[in-house]
């Protein structure tokens, strides 16, 4: 069975909408599914014009997790470490970045250069919610379901499930969803910080796209290099991460001179406003 993904970029090709298209199956991922969701966000990460993407699944369902039928076949797309790339180190908008390796879900241990936000409908599951934790912010709707629903059939988390989960809610509140495999619903994902904004339903597209633009709208080189540091820097000793965070920041410093000189000269982004950014909307 081939690969079911689409792309669609908008609002001037700066935002990427990657959809997961295998509703009949809850977009459940196969091997050829998950490479290519891996390969549509290398492209993205390396387009000169794109700034985020908006990754999501069709017909109302994020995502349940890996196809259980290859696993079940032992699909050997989905089990062993797929290369992509040469093994040589990588940099991409002058940041360094890893796309030598996919995990069985696709694009699990690729590091971008650019964020990604997940547009959660219906449920984030298994396989499914470590796709969801690898993004950098999720955008709920109301009857969203997140849930480690693999502990019922004994398959593993192998998409980072187990430190990206514990890194965004902290040990005691992932060990009660990786032991238990409870759902939750999206109020709670929000109150635990697994969800970042929550909408109503049918709204979480529109929102997280909503969201992306106000992203895009910023100076990109420092709110990268900022969003790098921070993602690579968690659990390093603070002087060690102050020294990346320091040699990030100075490579990037051009853009803080544009941005001091348009606060300074032009009054822009005064008392703590957005609007020259994006806008009355709201992040």
């Given at each position: ?123 984030a599951v298994a396989g499914g919610l470590e ?153």
């Open positions: 069975e081939g690969s079911s993904i689409q792309i669609d970029k908008v609002h001037n090709k700066k935002i990427w909408v990657i959809s997961i298209t295998r509703p009949e199956v809850r977009n459940c991922v196969n091997g050829p599914t998950g490479s290519a969701l891996a390969q549509a966000l290398i492209e993205f990460d390396k387009d000169a014009e794109s700034c985020v993407a908006v990754l999501q699944g069709k017909g109302g369902f994020f995502c349940a997790g890996a196809d259980l039928k290859a696993v079940s076949g032992l699909d050997p797309a989905m089990l062993p470490l797929q290369p992509v790339g040469d093994g040589k180190p990588q940099v991409t908008n002058n940041l360094p970045v890893n796309y030598d390796m996919t995990g069985p879900m696709g694009f699990s241990r690729l590091t971008l250069s650019k964020p990604v936000i997940a547009a959660v409908a219906g449920p796709l969801a934790c690898w993004c950098d912010l999720r955008v709920a709707e109301e009857d969203a379901m997140f849930g480690v629903f693999c502990r019922r059939w004994g398959v593993p988390l192998m998409d980072g499930g187990t430190l990206r989960l514990t890194r965004l809610i902290g040990l005691s509140r992932a060990l009660d969803l990786i032991l238990t495999g409870r759902p939750i619903k999206a109020d709670e994902a929000y109150s635990i910080g697994l969800a970042n904004r929550v909408v109503p339903k049918g709204k979480a597209l529109e929102a997280a796209i909503e969201l992306a633009t106000q992203i895009a709208a910023f100076p990109q080189a420092t709110l990268r290099a900022d969003r790098l540091t921070a993602i690579n820097s968690f659990g390093d000793p603070i002087r060690e991460g102050l020294a990346i965070e320091y040699t990030r920041g100075i490579a990037v410093l051009r853009d803080a001179e544009k941005g001091a000189f348009e606060f300074s000269a032009n009054k822009k982004g005064r008392h703590g406003s957005f609007d020259d950014f994006h806008g009355k909307s709201k992040l």
